[in-house]
Nanobody
Framework: VQLQASGGGLVQPGGSLRLSCIASGSRFRLYDMSWYRQAPGKERELVAHITPEFYINYEDFARGRFTISRDNAKNTVALQMNNLKPEDTAVYHC???????????????WGPGTLVTVSS
């Protein structure tokens, strides 16, 4: 599956951005979808995750400010980011994972990412 994220850019602290990621193929509804980010000089970290059943999980720094959503009809996953902080500056990647009914990962796919810069 190919993933393409968009929506990044430069925003002032306290501002908002909406990232979107579109996936190719016909199996999108079966994928666990996540947003990860990697800031300069830091390790990659999970931001938010949504399952095929629409269960959602956020990392602590994202909870209350970020909202993940998916539209299976459009093969898209979005990340609405509000009250952005300079420490949110990073490249944001969408990730698709497919699992077997037994919970074994069958595949993991990464998109090229979109840069979010929070600065005044």
């Amino acid at each position: 599956v190919q993933l393409q994220a968009s929506g990044g850019g430069l925003v002032q602290p306290g501002g908002s951005l909406r990232l979107s990621c579109i996936a190719s193929g016909s199996r999108f509804r079966l994928y666990d979808m996540s947003w990860y980010r990697q800031a300069p000089g830091k390790e990659r970290e999970l931001v938010a995750h949504i399952t095929p059943e629409f269960y959602i999980n956020y990392e602590d720094f994202a909870r209350g400010r970020f909202t993940i959503s998916r539209d299976n009809a459009k093969n898209t996953v979005a990340l609405q980011m509000n009250n952005l902080k300079p420490e949110d500056t990073a490249v944001y990647h969408c990730v698709a994972e497919e699992y077997s009914p037994a919970g074994i990962q069958r595949g993991e796919f990464w998109g090229p990412g979109t840069l979010v810069t929070v600065s005044s």
